[in-house]
């Protein structure tokens, strides 16, 4: 059966996956598998692999995943033509 | 030139600056008071964005913390970051949508409920007092160290800053000068972290040279690092001490808070579309991603040189700036062997050394011998942080009593001059009572932190989520899910850290979970209890499912 509103249905599918890989860079590299992954060094550094997603390499990707989601959601508005015209809400500029 | 001639010139500056902008964007009407008349760019609203959450804590404490905690200290840096991925994907795009001028407005209308209002107008003016009243320390912190005036004058001094920009601008006013101080403390902050990385691991990017080697030595930092610990008879750097389920628990509800705290959550409303609430959230965490993955390097190198220069070393041949603390009563040493040695160590009962962890980020250009000038520079961010954050906050308290009390509940006819009055009143009020628990802080501040955190957690953040993602919770669930969450975090906080703080211990948490981390059974129990009283009771009326598809199509956000 067709989802009554595919818009939203994509638009739940995109979150999923980008919550996904928030979730297993997070909890997942940083936290749960953190031991494990600290018997792992970054070549050439003194990073632990665990240690350094815990610390740094999980909130270099919760930027891009935010920038990544609003790529897709604008081509998506587009696509179901509900994209907000130029300029959509802005005030008009009168002084 | 002096560190304290610096200071007054460097905190002098801004603090021109500042009002020059003010002065600038005065509020004409309700519109641009409570959300900046919605004509704020994206990037612009990021930077403001990135000020207003950055407090005193993340400026002052955040590095002193991590470098106290070692691993443990993640908490922090995911917690407070990784919250900005679920506000841009579950929370801003559709309260821009929505469009209202407060969180309590989005919760009243989609719970078609005067008292689910009232309950969220509780929650967000509790959560913002006692963040307030954190910021307002901090301003006087900084005064009374770099500037050596009384903490009441420096909190004064804060109060007077802030009134002038919040209540002439309100949101508007407050936007401007958020993205002016952002630049100030960022500036602020990478200059030391800098000039640390290049004496300590001959990298200009901080990020990369706490991962790298000790130049003479060719030890990686990281190492040396656990190698000291271990000596010291501290937990390994890189390894931490907290349980796993503990770090999992309160990593969540840091993050969940996080999204779900009204001063963060209004920003959104500024900004003129849906496609610009999205990307606005984006620009806001890679400019806050900048001094959080900052602060952990920060931690590294401040942690580096103080094992280095103070631990075993003798007493009499501690520099000035050792003295210069001492005397606040940040650092305290007694000799208890008498040996005249400093010891430092995981053992309390050998060690003869305190340290304030607040002190770490203000201390470090001097305990590094940075030129005079950083010290300056680095007391005008502290300054930065606090009164950006303590901006947003007044703002949030002012908007629930003016337009959510006021306009929505005791006079729906009140004009539109009359509610910005009110507005204004409401915020100098809330500027005077801010200052007030600045002077007087109840001397529990630090301990409601997990409070405000745990309570936007397990109360906004469910509720803003179920009103968007689901069309059939109603209002007996909505309110029943907010009352549950909130009870149940906030009895667990209160028990362990004001009733019995003595059994504040692991063995005696459930299932070994901190208070900080309970927020997130808060927040599961909101939404079970939400979910499971939606069954049972009247589905919501006709026009709220409308109302959701309204909010999830973004086509004519105005």
């Given at each position: 059966?067709?989802?009554?509103?595919?818009?939203?249905?994509?638009?739940?599918?995109?979150?999923?996956?980008?919550?996904?890989?928030?979730?297993?860079?997070?909890?997942?590299?940083?936290?749960?598998?953190?031991?494990?992954?600290?018997?792992?060094?970054?070549?050439?550094?003194?990073?632990?692999?665990?240690?350094?997603?815990?610390?740094?390499?999980?909130?270099?990707?919760?930027?891009?995943?935010?920038?990544?989601?609003?790529?897709?959601?604008?081509?998506?508005?587009?696509?179901?033509?509900?994209?907000?015209?130029?300029?959509?809400?802005?005030?008009?500029?009168?002084? | 030139?002096?560190?304290?001639?610096?200071?007054?010139?460097?905190?002098?500056?801004?603090?021109?600056?500042?009002?020059?902008?003010?002065?600038?964007?005065?509020?004409?009407?309700?519109?641009?008071?409570?959300?900046?008349?919605?004509?704020?760019?994206?990037?612009?609203?990021?930077?403001?964005?990135?000020?207003?959450?950055?407090?005193?804590?993340?400026?002052?404490?955040?590095?002193?913390?991590?470098?106290?905690?070692?691993y443990d200290g993640s908490v922090y840096l995911m917690g407070w970051t990784g919250g900005y991925v679920l506000l841009?994907?579950?929370?801003?795009?559709?309260?821009?949508?929505?469009?209202?001028?407060?969180?309590?407005?989005?919760?009243?209308?989609?719970?078609?409920?005067?008292?689910?209002?009232?309950?969220?107008?509780?929650?967000?003016?509790?959560?913002?007092?006692?963040?307030?009243?954190?910021?307002?320390?901090?301003?006087?912190?900084?005064?009374?160290?770099?500037?050596?005036?009384?903490?009441?004058?420096?909190?004064?001094?804060?109060?007077?800053?802030?009134?002038?920009?919040?209540?002439?601008?309100?949101?508007?006013?407050?936007?401007?000068?958020?993205?002016?101080?952002?630049?100030?403390?960022?500036?602020?902050?990478?200059?030391?972290?800098?000039?640390?990385?290049?004496?300590?691991?001959?990298?200009?990017?901080?990020?990369?040279?706490?991962?790298?080697?000790?130049?003479?030595?060719?030890?990686?930092?990281?190492?040396?690092?656990?190698?000291?610990?271990?000596?010291?008879?501290?937990?390994?750097?890189?390894?931490?001490?907290?349980?796993?389920?503990?770090?999992?628990?309160?990593?969540?509800?840091?993050?969940?808070?996080?999204?779900?705290?009204?001063?963060?959550?209004?920003?959104?409303?500024?900004?003129?579309?849906?496609?610009?609430?999205?990307?606005?959230?984006?620009?806001?965490?890679?400019?806050?991603?900048?001094?959080?993955?900052?602060?952990?390097?920060?931690?590294?190198?401040?942690?580096?040189?103080?094992?280095?220069?103070?631990?075993?070393?003798?007493?009499?041949?501690?520099?000035?700036?050792?003295?210069?603390?001492?005397?606040?009563?940040?650092?305290?040493?007694?000799?208890?062997?008498?040996?005249?040695?400093?010891?430092?160590?995981?053992?309390?009962?050998?060690?003869?050394?305190?340290?304030?962890?607040d002190i770490m980020v203000l201390a470090n250009p001097e305990i590094s011998r940075l030129p005079n000038w950083v010290?300056?520079?680095?007391?005008?961010?502290?300054?930065?942080?606090?009164?950006?954050?303590?901006?947003?906050?007044?703002?949030?308290?002012?908007?629930?009593?003016?337009?959510?009390?006021?306009?929505?509940?005791?006079?729906?006819?009140?004009?539109?001059?009359?509610?910005?009055?009110?507005?204004?009143?409401?915020?100098?009020?809330?500027?005077?009572?801010?200052?007030?628990?600045?002077?007087?802080?109840?001397?529990?501040?630090?301990?409601?932190?997990?409070?405000?955190?745990?309570?936007?957690?397990?109360?906004?953040?469910?509720?803003?989520?179920?009103?968007?993602?689901?069309?059939?919770?109603?209002?007996?669930?909505?309110?029943?899910?907010?009352?549950?969450?909130?009870?149940?975090?906030?009895?667990?906080?209160?028990?362990?850290?004001?009733?019995?703080?003595?059994?504040?211990?692991?063995?005696?948490?459930?299932?070994?979970?901190?208070?900080?981390?309970?927020?997130?059974?808060?927040?599961?129990?909101?939404?079970?209890?939400?979910?499971?009283?939606?069954?049972?009771?009247?589905?919501?009326?006709?026009?709220?499912?409308?109302?959701?598809?309204?909010?999830?199509?973004?086509?004519?956000?105005?």
């Amino acid at each position: 059966m067709p989802h009554p509103n595919p818009y939203w249905a994509r638009n739940l599918r995109y979150l999923a996956i980008l919550l996904s890989i928030w979730f297993l860079v997070s909890f997942g590299c940083g936290i749960l598998f953190a031991d494990a992954l600290n018997a792992i060094r970054i070549p050439g550094t003194g990073f632990k692999l665990g240690f350094w997603f815990a610390q740094q390499g999980s909130i270099y990707v919760f930027v891009v995943l935010i920038f990544v989601y609003a790529r897709l959601m604008n081509r998506l508005d587009r696509e179901y033509g509900v994209a907000e015209e130029r300029g959509g809400g802005r005030r008009p500029r009168v002084r | 030139m002096d560190v304290r001639l610096w200071t007054f010139v460097l905190v002098g500056l801004s603090f021109a600056l500042y009002i020059g902008i003010a002065v600038r964007s005065r509020a004409g009407s309700t519109k641009d008071f409570y959300v900046a008349g919605t004509g704020v760019s994206p990037l612009a609203n990021g930077m403001a964005t990135a000020a207003d959450w950055m407090s005193a804590a993340s400026f002052i404490s955040m590095a002193g913390l991590i470098s106290f905690m070692g691993y443990d200290g993640s908490v922090y840096l995911m917690g407070w970051t990784g919250g900005y991925v679920l506000l841009a994907m579950l929370l801003a795009p559709y309260l821009r949508k929505f469009g209202a001028y407060t969180v309590p407005e989005f919760v009243g209308q989609r719970y078609y409920s005067q008292m689910a209002r009232v309950v969220a107008v509780a929650c967000a003016v509790f959560v913002s007092f006692t963040y307030v009243s954190g910021q307002m320390r901090g301003v006087g912190i900084v005064f009374s160290r770099f500037l050596e005036v009384d903490v009441t004058v420096g909190v004064v001094i804060g109060m007077g800053i802030v009134f002038f920009y919040a209540v002439l601008g309100g949101m508007k006013g407050i936007t401007y000068t958020q993205v002016a101080q952002y630049c100030v403390l960022i500036f602020a902050y990478m200059v030391p972290a800098i000039f640390l990385a290049v004496m300590l691991s001959g990298t200009a990017v901080p990020q990369l040279g706490f991962g790298g080697a000790d130049p003479e030595s060719g030890v990686f930092l990281l190492d040396k690092l656990d190698g000291l610990h271990r000596e010291l008879g501290f937990a390994a750097y890189t390894g931490g001490t907290k349980s796993t389920i503990d770090v999992f628990f309160i990593t969540a509800a840091l993050m969940a808070g996080t999204a779900g705290l009204p001063h963060v959550i209004i920003r959104f409303y500024t900004v003129p579309r849906v496609r610009d609430a999205r990307v606005s959230v984006g620009w806001a965490l890679l400019f806050i991603a900048i001094l959080y993955t900052t602060a952990p390097a920060v931690a590294v190198f401040a942690r580096t040189n103080l094992l280095d220069t103070v631990a075993g070393q003798p007493y009499d041949a501690m520099p000035e700036w050792f003295g210069k603390w001492e005397d606040t009563g940040l650092i305290t040493f007694e000799d208890r062997d008498g040996d005249g040695k400093i010891r430092y160590s995981g053992d309390a009962s050998a060690n003869e050394l305190a340290i304030d962890r607040d002190i770490m980020v203000l201390a470090n250009p001097e305990i590094s011998r940075l030129p005079n000038w950083v010290a300056g520079l680095v007391a005008a961010g502290g300054l930065a942080a606090a009164l950006s954050t303590a901006a947003g906050l007044l703002l949030v308290i002012s908007s629930a009593i003016s337009h959510d009390l006021l306009k929505r509940a005791v006079r729906p006819n009140i004009s539109e001059k009359g509610e910005l009055l009110a507005a204004r009143i409401s915020a100098a009020f809330a500027v005077a009572v801010a200052g007030l628990l600045g002077i007087n802080p109840p001397g529990f501040v630090a301990q409601v932190v997990a409070f405000a955190f745990g309570l936007a957690a397990s109360s906004f953040f469910p509720a803003i989520i179920l009103g968007t993602f689901t069309r059939t919770v109603n209002r007996e669930g909505a309110i029943a899910g907010m009352l549950s969450g909130i009870t149940f975090t906030a009895a667990y906080i209160i028990h362990f850290r004001f009733v019995n703080p003595a059994a504040d211990s692991p063995e005696n948490w459930w299932f070994g979970i901190s208070p900080e981390g309970i927020g997130t059974v808060g927040m599961a129990l909101n939404f079970a209890v939400a979910l499971v009283v939606s069954k049972f009771t009247p589905a919501p009326p006709a026009g709220v499912s409308e109302l959701v598809d309204r909010i999830r199509t973004p086509g004519g956000a105005a």
